[in-house]
C-alpha cells in the first residue's frame, strides 16, 4: 500500500479497477416539450421529456456566449406520473440521475447511439404545471425515488424555502 494506507492509481491487482466507477448526473433546465406518460408490460409508469441546458459566459473579447445543451430523460414509477401531472413545456426543473447509452440501427442500416438521463431524483424549481388544481409548488409536490418505494431515501427537511438554495 501506498502512504495514508491507500493503494497507488494503477497498481492495483490485475483484473481489478482500481477507481471506483461513478455515475451521477445534476442538471437544472427548462422542459422543451410535455412530458409523455406510458406504461411498461409490468404496468410501471415511464415519463419521457426534454430539456434545455443553457451555459452563459463571458469569452476572451469580452462578448457574452451562451450556449444550450438539449438531453433526453427518462423517469419512471411514482416519480414519472407526479412529472407528468405537474410539468409541462417550459417549466424549470433541477434533476439528479445517471448516463444511460442507447444504442440502434437506424434504417439504413447504419449504427446509431445516444446519451440519455435516467432521472433519480427532482426538484420542481418554481410553480406551475398545467394549470388549475393540479398546480403545485416545490414544496407541496412529493420527490418521488425511482424504486417505486423500495428502499428510499427518508425525505429531505422541507423546512426552507428556496431562499435556502445555495447558490
Known amino acids: 500500500m501506498g502512504q495514508g494506507g491507500a493503494l497507488p492509481v494503477g497498481r492495483g491487482m490485475k483484473g481489478s479497477f482500481d477507481m471506483a466507477n461513478f455515475n451521477k448526473v445534476i442538471l437544472?433546465?427548462?422542459?422543451?416539450?410535455?412530458?409523455?406518460?406510458?406504461?411498461?408490460?409490468?404496468?410501471?409508469?415511464?415519463?419521457?421529456?426534454?430539456?434545455?441546458?443553457?451555459?452563459?459566459?463571458?469569452?476572451q473579447d469580452g462578448e457574452m456566449r451562451e450556449d444550450t445543451c438539449f438531453v433526453d430523460m427518462q423517469c419512471y414509477g411514482k416519480q414519472a406520473e407526479t412529472l407528468n401531472q405537474y410539468m409541462s413545456k417550459g417549466s424549470p426543473l433541477l434533476v439528479d440521475g445517471r448516463l444511460k447509452f442507447h444504442q440502434w440501427?437506424?434504417?439504413?442500416?447504419?449504427?446509431?447511439?445516444?446519451?440519455?438521463?435516467?432521472?433519480?431524483?427532482?426538484?420542481?424549481?418554481?410553480?406551475?404545471?398545467?394549470?388549475?388544481?393540479q398546480r403545485a409548488d416545490a414544496n407541496q409536490a412529493p420527490?418521488?425515488?425511482?424504486?417505486?418505494?423500495?428502499?428510499?431515501?427518508p425525505p429531505h427537511d422541507q423546512t426552507g424555502g428556496?431562499?435556502?438554495?445555495?447558490?
Do not use: H
Not at 34 to 52: K, W
Not at 107 to 133: A, I, P, T
Open 105 to 133: 440501427e437506424g434504417k439504413d442500416g447504419s449504427k446509431r447511439s445516444k446519451l440519455s438521463v435516467v432521472v433519480e431524483n427532482f426538484q420542481f424549481l418554481s410553480g406551475g404545471g398545467r394549470g388549475g388544481s
Open 28 to 59: 437544472a433546465g427548462n422542459l422543451t416539450r410535455d412530458p409523455q406518460l406510458s406504461y411498461l408490460p409490468s404496468n410501471t409508469p415511464v415519463c419521457e421529456f426534454g430539456m434545455a441546458i443553457n451555459r452563459k459566459w463571458r469569452s
Open 143 to 153: 420527490a418521488a425515488s425511482a424504486s417505486g418505494g423500495r428502499d428510499e431515501m
Open 162 to 167: 428556496p431562499d435556502d438554495v445555495p447558490f
